[in-house]
């Protein structure tokens, strides 16, 4: 047996149906098309989310995703632990850069509260919650 003498099964192979080829053929004078219409004519396909002038789903549908902020780029939190690898007792957004903690595009930082604190610091400048100025005031650290 070779490759060249091989030839599928009979009737395993059927040929396609050849349209707009007469009555007898089956597909015949309109080719499956039916009569008339967008669909019947030559090129006549509609768009993918098509739904014949009514307005789209895709459009009905509000839009989401994609749109964050461009703040949260310049915001960054920081838990009151992170103070414990500072050694300086006063805090402001230069010295939070200097030490690493923020890098240089940081513009806003939250204190939060966090269990690992022991520390007097004082602090200039930067926002906190409520939680972590109990904690920093506890320590006898001011806030300004």
Do not use: W
Not at 6 to 12: E, G, L, N, V
Not at 29 to 43: L, Y
Not at 84 to 100: T, Y
């Amino acid at each position: 047996m070779y490759l060249n003498t091989i030839s599928p099964m009979k009737k395993s192979n059927h040929s396609s149906k050849r349209k707009g080829r007469g009555i007898g053929s089956g597909k015949g004078k309109t080719s499956g098309r039916g009569h008339k219409g967008q669909r019947s004519r030559s090129g006549g396909k509609v768009r993918r989310g098509f739904e014949g002038g009514q307005m789209p789903l895709y459009r009905r549908l509000p839009k989401f995703g994609h749109n964050k902020s461009k703040k949260s780029f310049f915001k960054k939190e920081i838990k009151l632990s992170e103070f414990m690898k500072i050694k300086d007792s006063f805090i402001d957004l230069i010295v939070l850069k200097k030490n690493k903690i923020i890098n240089s595009k940081i513009k806003i930082v939250k204190i939060i509260f966090s269990k690992n604190f022991n520390k007097k610091i004082n602090i200039k400048n930067l926002k906190v919650s409520k939680n972590a100025k109990k904690e920093i005031e506890f320590f006898g650290g001011t806030i300004n």
